[in-house]
């Protein structure tokens, strides 16, 4: 098992695209420059809104030649009220992109990650929105400098855009941006796991020789303890690294007994989907999101996000999928 840490920056050109960085926040540092998601595919399935990016892993494939670049988008709905949604829409959307070691957009050999030149090597695309780095598709009227995703990021990049369009100036105004912070992430590989303390199980016999508890009381009694189990599982899981926000592994660390999927739809190509790694609920603390008693944020328990197990090369943006689990059963 391996597990995903944040940290700062070093140099921000490192999270440039040529670098090939794993990373959250900040725009996306697109693998395929060129042939980018768009339309639909970039909006969120339950309020059709744009979605932001949350984060990307880049992680080859050394099976496949196709895939000896391979990185693993993540976008997610800035909306509150879609984490807590009850039907099977997901505010987050996964995209899956790959590139063979022969490729017009970067050299065959590996960068040079103390030096910022591979930076001078990558061919700069400019069809991007201004305000979430996806692809742009729509153009300012007036000055005809700026590219928008939608209509919504256009408006709301307006109130600091309207000082400059059409104004030859260099001035960079405050702007509001809904983007999340970025950081790097780093992969280090799981402590060896402690035996954990066996649970008393004996409570339901004493209960029940303590009180004469009808068989619907001890079965409820059952479930509690079954969620508390998968609860304390992931807790204790978890504990060893605190600070942990990704797991690479074989199986879901799941934080509740219920809301585990019994299926995963299978990929575009036919191939079954397999659990590629989980967004553990620490990461939320990264995000800078405002949290209200009147109003709903973005939240999980855990995201797990699986990909096509031939790793098909069907467009250059494979979307993939991610399931989300609350650790509350209320929510899907």
């Not at 440039?16 to 970039?42: I, N, T």
């Amino acid at each position: 098992m391996e597990l995903g840490f944040l940290e700062e920056a070093e140099n921000s050109w490192k999270l440039q695209r040529c670098y090939f960085p794993s990373k959250v926040g900040g725009k996306p540092a697109w693998l395929d420059p060129e042939h980018l998601p768009g339309g639909e595919q970039m909006l969120c399935c339950i309020c059709s809104k744009p979605l932001i990016f949350l984060l990307q892993l880049y992680a080859p494939n050394d099976d496949k030649i196709e895939s000896f670049h391979r990185t693993i988008f993540v976008f997610c709905c800035r909306n509150g009220g879609c984490y807590s949604d009850m039907t099977k829409d997901s505010p987050f959307r996964v995209f899956r992109s790959l590139l063979s070691q022969e490729n017009k957009y970067y050299p065959n050999e590996a960068p040079d990650y103390n030096n910022p030149d591979a930076l001078s090597e990558c061919h700069l695309f400019t069809n991007l929105c201004e305000v979430c780095g996806n692809h742009g598709t729509k153009l300012c009227s007036r000055c005809k400098k700026v590219q928008y995703c939608s209509k919504h990021h256009q408006v709301l990049h307006w109130k600091s855009h309207k000082h400059q369009c059409n104004v030859n100036t260099d001035e960079i105004l405050e702007f509001n941006s809904p983007l999340f912070p970025e950081k790097e992430i780093v992969i280090e590989t799981e402590p060896p796991e402690k035996k954990p303390d066996n649970p008393d199980l004996d409570q339901l016999n004493e209960m029940h020789a303590v009180q004469d508890f009808s068989d619907d009381d001890l079965q409820a009694a059952v479930a509690d303890i079954t969620e508390d189990k998968a609860f304390s599982k992931f807790h204790e899981r978890i504990s060893r690294e605190p600070d942990q926000v990704i797991r690479y592994g074989k199986k879901v660390l799941w934080c509740s007994a219920d809301n585990i999927p019994s299926e995963i739809p299978p990929c575009i190509c036919g191939a079954q989907r397999t659990f590629m790694f989980q967004v553990m609920p620490q990461l939320l603390n990264h995000l800078k999101i405002e949290h209200s008693v009147t109003k709903l944020t973005i939240d999980w328990g855990t995201v797990a996000v699986y990909t096509c197990q031939d790793d098909c090369n069907t467009s250059p943006y494979i979307e993939e999928y991610a399931w989300k689990q609350n650790v509350s059963s209320t929510a899907t």
